[in-house]
């Protein structure tokens, strides 16, 4: 297996000491967990020079740097491609990274200008303009695999090997971790540790002199905080774009349709999907009527398929104003169908990461199995504010509600309550 490779959002580092397998679980996160921060310091490194993941420049065009713009701070005409802010500029300010048994992972989180992964746009970047940065290049790599060797060197020669203490599970890196840790003083603000607009000296005088309005915490784009959307005389903030999915109403061929919902899903959540003929499909999946249905989650791979013979394809328009009519679904629109496997597979991540891939997938298929049996009363309340099949079992219901929490539907308390207890990831707020 490669030292690096490239995810549909992001990209893995698996150089490891040829003796690490022989070490327990601790101590390979351990080893990662170098791997990630060092990971980390040398992408921005090659960021900030303008670098995609093979260590090569590609030169702006003049019209480009004409017109050159950004949404997070003030444009620097000649800065190197992809940073036209610099270090705020959200190619570096949204990359992360998180430790794990076998690798380090890298990605971009989500980005509050497009409301999707700002790996979409890296995406563009890459088909349009040949600038594809979802990687380490050759020397970084190098660099990472040297750093990380010495650590390891060091920590074996200090009789580490038999004190391994690390967390069970792989803990996240920010850019700001990276470039400048946070010290902790207790009993004063640490000005000096700070990052801060404003000179130093200046923010004492302004304290001393009871003139300090305090410090303010700025959104993505640099602003301020901003009111609540139902406060009396505030405008209404903007909803995130509608995401490009056709809908139902327009003719499309069942390939195309299927095909544009399956891309969709990969590259705004980065969840690997497939489309498959229903020979495939049935073969992958078992159930009553499997033939018939439009998509399903597979934990065994961790990814989306599409069932492209499925019936609801021949019509869209009436199958879905059925499944409107019957309250069948949360959202009954192909975006719905996507939505509600993105919430499987984020379910299914999700209770990974509290419990381990095993008993993690075991809670997974518990919950599928969790017909609300024993809970008549709760399943008639919450069929009535989720849908028909939010209440088939609980793994259903996870899925639902995150199909509705993604289009900006409001569910009570109780509901909620109940979703984040089994594992539901909550989506962006609108």
């Keep these: 297996m490669a030292d690096r490779e490239s995810t549909a959002v992001g990209y893995r580092l698996r150089m490891q000491p040829p003796d690490l397998s022989t070490y327990p679980d601790a101590v390979k996160l351990q080893w990662f967990e170098w791997v990630t921060e060092l990971g980390l310091e040398q992408k921005l490194r090659e960021l900030r020079k303008g670098w995609d993941k093979n260590g090569k420049t590609h030169r702006l065009k003049p019209r480009t740097i004409k017109y050159r713009k950004s949404e997070v ?116 603000l640490d000005i000096r540790n700070m990052v801060v607009s404003g000179g130093e000296s200046q923010i004492e005088k302004a304290i001393e002199a009871g003139r300090f309005p305090g410090f303010r915490r700025l959104n993505m784009r640099g602003e301020q905080w901003k009111p609540q959307n139902n406060m009396p005389g505030i405008r209404p903030m903007r909803r995130a774009p509608e995401s490009p999915v056709t809908p139902a109403s327009v003719k ?43 998509a399903a989650y597979d934990p065994k791979t961790r990814a989306i398929y599409w069932n492209l013979n499925s019936p609801a394809w021949e019509n869209p328009a009436k199958h879905f104003e059925t499944q409107r009519k019957e309250k069948l679904l949360v959202d009954p629109r192909p975006i719905g169908v996507a939505h509600h496997e993105v919430g499987h597979a984020l379910l299914h991540a999700e209770l990974i990461r509290r419990h381990g891939l095993e008993e993690g997938t075991k809670r997974y298929w518990d919950l599928a199995r969790d017909e609300f049996k024993t809970e008549i009363l709760l399943r008639l309340q919450f069929k009535k504010k989720t849908s028909r099949v939010a209440v088939l079992d609980k793994n259903e219901f996870v899925a639902e509600i995150y199909s509705g929490l993604v289009i900006g539907r409001t569910y009570p308390a109780e509901v909620l309550a109940l979703y984040d207890e089994l594992g539901g990831v909550r989506p962006w707020s609108p």
């Excluded at 690997?272 to 999946?285: C, E, I, Q, Y």
Aim: proline share 6%; charged share 20%.
């Design 73 to 188: 701070g003030p444009v620097h005409k000649r800065a190197p491609r992809g940073v036209p802010a610099l270090d705020v500029s959200r190619v570096m300010a949204l990359l992360t990274g998180r430790a794990h048994l076998s690798s380090a992972e890298f990605w971009w989180g989500f980005d509050s200008v497009t409301g999707r992964s700002f790996a979409a746009i890296l995406h563009y970047w890459a088909d349009d303009q040949g600038h594809d940065v979802f990687g380490l290049s050759p020397q970084g790599t190098g660099w990472v695999t040297a750093e990380a060797m010495k650590k390891w060197a060091a920590w074996k020669a200090a009789g580490g090997y038999t004190r391994p203490a690390v967390s069970p599970v792989g803990k996240s890196f920010s850019k700001i971790a990276v470039l400048k840790p946070v010290t902790e003083i207790k009993g004063r």
């Design 252 to 294: 499309m061929t069942p390939t195309a349709r299927v095909q544009e919902l399956s891309d969709y899903t990969t590259k705004t959540f980065g969840i690997p999907s497939h489309v498959l003929d229903t020979a495939g499909f049935t073969s992958r999946f078992q159930g009553a009527a499997i033939d018939k249905a439009r």
